[in-house]
């Protein structure tokens, strides 16, 4: 019954995503910079691709071993019709049983959606080669975003969902220890860990005010200032 319930609030997300569009496109291609720097030769799977703009970047450097799985059946069929050779598959991450091992595994913008992040987690490492790495970023509850819409009233504390969070399904919002704990518990070592976009404002304000040199740096001032930044990231391995 749970999964069932977990496929139709997938597909019901789904049906409303926005994360192509606006703000939120930019800051997965940032994410996607950021991974490129760790990533290993060999195979990719890509847990959570939503409408693929990651996958838009990637597939095209690994398209001989590239696996992608979600839960929604609007996300898979889209992307087999954009890749037709690409390996989709639909399927709750808790239920994926992969029959190979591989190089790299991407949950960008994952783990705050799932229901048990350090379940998920420790499914990646089942799923992880030796040598292989887990990247992985997520919202940042200390964001100078966060904190001044707490100073304004629109939130009463920094882990409160915002109206963006209930849109796309959130089911938590980490801090930087709640994250990098999540996994020492999976028995995961991190390698590199870190924040990109130091955003100021709410994704309307940023989209009506700010150039697209403003907005460039100020992903870039984010990895100075991690604590802060809107983002935060870490890679791992077994």
Same mark, same amino acid.
């Given at each position: 019954m749970?999964?069932?319930?977990?496929?139709?609030?997938?597909?019901?997300?789904?049906?409303?995503?926005?994360?192509?569009?606006?703000?939120?496109t930019?800051?997965?291609?940032?994410?996607?910079?950021?991974?490129?720097?760790?990533?290993?030769?060999?195979?990719?799977?890509?847990?959570?691709?939503?409408?693929?703009?990651?996958?838009?970047? @990637?597939?095209?450097?690994?398209?001989?071993?590239?696996?992608?799985?979600?839960g929604?059946?609007?996300?898979?069929?889209?992307l087999?019709?954009?890749?037709p050779?690409?390996?989709?598959?639909?399927?709750i991450?808790?239920?994926?049983?992969?029959?190979?091992?591989?190089?790299?595994i991407?949950?960008?913008h994952?783990?705050?959606?799932?229901?048990?992040?350090?379940?998920?987690?420790?499914?990646?490492?089942?799923? @992880?080669?030796?040598?292989?790495?887990?990247?992985?970023?997520?919202?940042?509850?200390?964001?100078?975003?966060?904190?001044?819409?707490?100073e304004?009233?629109?939130?009463?504390?920094?882990?409160?969902?915002?109206?963006?969070?209930?849109h796309?399904?959130?089911?938590?919002?980490?801090?930087?220890d709640?994250?990098?704990?999540?996994?020492?518990?999976?028995?995961?070592?991190?390698?590199?860990?870190?924040?990109?976009?130091?955003?100021p404002?709410?994704?309307?304000?940023?989209e009506?005010?700010?150039?697209d040199?403003?907005?460039?740096?100020?992903?870039?001032?984010?990895?100075?200032?991690?604590?802060?930044?809107?983002?935060?990231?870490?890679?791992?391995s077994?």
């Amino acid at each position: 019954m749970f999964m069932t319930d977990e496929k139709e609030r997938l597909e019901k997300i789904a049906k409303n995503s926005t994360y192509c569009k606006g703000i939120n496109t930019t800051t997965i291609k940032y994410s996607c910079q950021i991974f490129r720097r760790y990533l290993r030769q060999g195979s990719i799977l890509e847990l959570g691709p939503a409408e693929g703009v990651m996958t838009d970047i @990637l597939y095209p450097l690994y398209p001989e071993d590239y696996t992608v799985v979600d839960g929604s059946s609007i996300f898979i069929d889209r992307l087999k019709n954009r890749y037709p050779d690409i390996k989709a598959v639909e399927s709750i991450f808790e239920e994926f049983s992969p029959s190979r091992l591989f190089d790299n595994i991407l949950l960008g913008h994952v783990l705050e959606h799932v229901v048990d992040p350090v379940a998920i987690l420790s499914l990646c490492k089942s799923w @992880l080669s030796d040598d292989g790495v887990i990247l992985t970023a997520v919202p940042n509850k200390n964001s100078i975003h966060r904190q001044a819409a707490v100073e304004m009233g629109l939130l009463s504390k920094l882990d409160d969902f915002s109206e963006k969070d209930k849109h796309h399904g959130h089911r938590r919002v980490f801090g930087k220890d709640s994250f990098l704990e999540i996994f020492n518990l999976a028995g995961l070592r991190i390698i590199a860990k870190g924040g990109y976009w130091l955003k100021p404002l709410s994704d309307a304000q940023i989209e009506s005010t700010f150039t697209d040199s403003m907005i460039d740096a100020f992903f870039k001032l984010g990895e100075l200032y991690p604590d802060i930044a809107g983002e935060i990231y870490a890679v791992a391995s077994k």
